[in-house]
């Protein structure tokens, strides 16, 4: 006999991860890209094109992550 479940607590981010989109120059699809902090060759959803993109500031990202604790400081207080 297995013992009786607990009810689920909700679970806080242990991380955070900004996404970054880029328009496809066949298709105008917007790619999603989790930061991408090299230049490379990003496959677009739509139509298959692989396209070059320009890479975004690893500083930018660092500063982001400690601004918001990780992505704790966007967690809504009412469920703390």
């Known amino acids: 006999m297995s013992a009786p ?5 909700p679970v806080a981010p242990v991380g955070m991860e900004l996404v ?3 328009t496809c120059p066949q298709c105008g699809w917007h790619a999603a890209v ?5 230049a490379k060759l990003v496959p677009c959803e739509s139509c298959g ?8 500031e690893e500083h930018y990202l660092h500063f ?9 400081a966007a967690v809504d207080p009412d469920f703390l």
């Open 5 to 9: 479940q607990r009810p689920l607590q």
């Open 20 to 22: 970054f989109f880029y």
């Open 34 to 38: 989790g930061s991408p902090v090299e």
């Open 49 to 56: 094109l692989r396209f070059p993109i320009i890479p975004v």
């Open 64 to 72: 982001m992550r400690i601004m918001t604790g990780g992505g704790l």
